[in-house]
Every structure is written in structure tokens, then in C-alpha cells.
């Protein structure tokens, strides 16, 4: 059985920096694209950062263009999210996923973690 697990938030500061993983068990994990969403109290979840499983593509939400990376190694298999110059408004839960194809819409996503909640306090 596939398995997630998402480490590496907390509270955190404005302007701090946080890297968050996403190892994962039981699936081959470079076979899939995988990515991060997030989801804010009383908002939907959302698109992060995804990242091709062949030549490492990526996407990101225009939030959050030019303070996080996404990236991944498929011979650990776990990838990594790097969250820098930190705001109020990335505070969220944030979880890992998996796609059968190169996708930024949720719905084709699956294989979803349990979340790890990241805080920035202003």
C-alpha cells in the first residue's frame, strides 16, 4: 500500500524559510509527477508547485513564483519543497500528491499525503 509522509513544517516568522519532504512507500515514486497543494482555513485547496517525473519541469502558483522550489529525487523517493522569504498568507496545511501525467489541475491528482501545517507568524 502506497504511503506519504510529509515532514518538515512549523512556525515560522515572517521572511523565515522553511523545507518541507514528501517521502513516500509502496509506489514507484518516478513514475509519477508528483506536487505540493495547500489548503488555508476556510479556503479550497490549492496548486503549490509541480514537478515532471522525467526532466524535472516545473510549475508554480504565481504566489509563490521566485520564493519556493520544488524539487525531487527519484532514487530517494522524496521530494522536497524549499519555502523562503516567508508570508502571513502562505500559512496552510500542505500536502504531497501524485498524477499519472504532467497536470497542474487537483482532480488528476491522487495518492494525497496527510498534510503538514506551516504557520508564519506576522
Known amino acids: 500500500q502506497e504511503q506519504w509522509v510529509e515532514s518538515g513544517g512549523g512556525l515560522v516568522q515572517t521572511g523565515g524559510s522553511l523545507r518541507l519532504s514528501c517521502a513516500t512507500s509502496?509506489?514507484?515514486?518516478?513514475?509519477?509527477?508528483t506536487g505540493w497543494f495547500r489548503q488555508a482555513p476556510g479556503k479550497e485547496r490549492e496548486l503549490v508547485a509541480v514537478i515532471r517525473r522525467t526532466d524535472g519541469s516545473t510549475r508554480y502558483a504565481d504566489s509563490v513564483k521566485g520564493r519556493f522550489i520544488i524539487s525531487r529525487d527519484n532514487a530517494k523517493n522524496t521530494m522536497y519543497l524549499q519555502m523562503n522569504s516567508l508570508k502571513p498568507e502562505d500559512t496552510a496545511v500542505y500536502y504531497c500528491?501524485?498524477?499519472?501525467?504532467?497536470?497542474?489541475?487537483?482532480?488528476?491528482?491522487?495518492?494525497w499525503g496527510q498534510g503538514t501545517q506551516v504557520t508564519v507568524s506576522s
Open positions: 500528491a501524485a498524477a499519472n501525467f504532467f497536470t497542474v489541475l487537483e482532480p488528476d491528482y491522487h495518492y
Open positions: 509502496g509506489l514507484t515514486f518516478s513514475s509519477y509527477t
